[in-house]
């Protein structure tokens, strides 16, 4: 289930790109720009080091007739912000103390469709490593990566309260902070032979306090990115026990049903499966996986599909 795509934090597509270089001859030296992703991988989106694959970027590059000079604003060596302005909302799901706070936890909040627990205590792997541990760690990895691309990032909650919060506070944090883009992030408890990861985008509804009909559509695109940054990024496949393709369409859970911003969940892994268990453990394995999360959500706010 591993595909080593990933390239070292860097966005590399797997495939190699086609470099756009246009040289230009300023203050006496050559410099040479990478066109940014999509037509090719370069610096100027600041993530790593180029992979231009073609050029020999040592040396000074023929002039190239006719092309536009150098990306206005774009400084060599400088990271380009390309998240600046823009709010992210990420949701570690559950919390580690949700368990010994189960009168709480269990008692009925109002998601719009009906109504259900505030929270639950969320899974665990066989050897007890808990979803709330995952999902909290994944949660400040990724916030270092967008944050790092000038995003404006809001946990729900940092491991600064004994339990919770519910589930509708978790969507009205997002809706509280407008955010551009809002993710849940989380790991399943599926039986120990099914395996791969899934995102849940919001089902189009209005029932109660739940209306949904103007962030359903940008909701399933934000899913479909997330979806192919993260298998690129980690390798995991999609969920071997669902329909979709790794992409659900759900109206049953409180936290999407109430937002108001574009938002998903993202089932990282089963970890009752020993193979998903094993990665979900491994920090390096959960930088991957914020890595994923953090360039689904950048593409989604670049208007990539
Ligand atoms: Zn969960």
């Known amino acids: 289930m591993f595909s080593n795509e990933s390239r070292g934090g860097t966005r590399s597509r797997p495939l190699a790109a086609t470099a756009v270089v246009v040289a230009a001859a300023l203050a006496g030296g050559w410099f040479v720009y990478g066109a940014h992703r999509g037509s090719g991988a370069g610096t100027a989106d600041g993530r790593g080091p180029a992979t231009a694959p073609a050029a020999d ?5 023929p002039v190239a007739q006719g092309d536009s000079p150098a990306t206005p604003g774009a400084t060599p060596g400088v990271p380009r912000k ?19 706070h189960t009168a709480e936890i269990n008692r009925s909040v109002d998601i719009g ?60 944090t997002g809706n509280a902070a407008h955010a551009d883009a809002a993710l849940s992030i989380h ?5 120990a032979d099914k395996f791969g990861f899934h995102v849940i985008a919001p089902r189009s509804l209005h029932e109660g306090a739940a209306d949904t009909r103007a962030v359903a559509a940008p909701s399933l695109r934000l899913a479909t990115t997330l979806r192919t940054r993260f298998r690129a990024v980690t390798g995991e496949p999609f969920a071997n026990y669902l329909g979709g393709k790794g992409l659900t369409v759900r109206d049953d859970l409180g936290g999407l049903n109430l937002t108001t911003v574009p938002k998903v969940f993202i089932e990282c ?13 491994d920090p390096a394995w959960r930088q991957k996986a914020a890595e994923g999360i953090a360039d689904g959500l950048t593409d989604f706010l670049e208007g990539k599909r």
């Open 113 to 172: 469709t009906h109504r259900k627990a505030c929270d639950t205590t969320g899974t665990a792997t066989n050897s007890g490593y808990p979803e709330a541990s995952y999902t909290l760690d994944v949660a400040h990895r990724a916030r270092a990566l967008l944050e790092a691309r000038g995003a404006k990032v809001v946990l729900t909650y940092d491991g600064d309260r004994p339990y919770g919060p519910c589930v509708d506070e978790r969507a009205r």
């Open 82 to 100: 390309e998240l600046a302005g823009r709010t992210i909302v990420l949701d570690p799901g559950h919390n580690p103390g949700n368990a010994g």
């Open 187 to 191: 790991a399943d408890g599926a039986p």
């Open 269 to 281: 892994g089963n970890m009752r499966n020993a193979h998903d268990a094993a990665e979900m453990t």
């Open 57 to 61: 970027r040592t040396s000074p590059a």
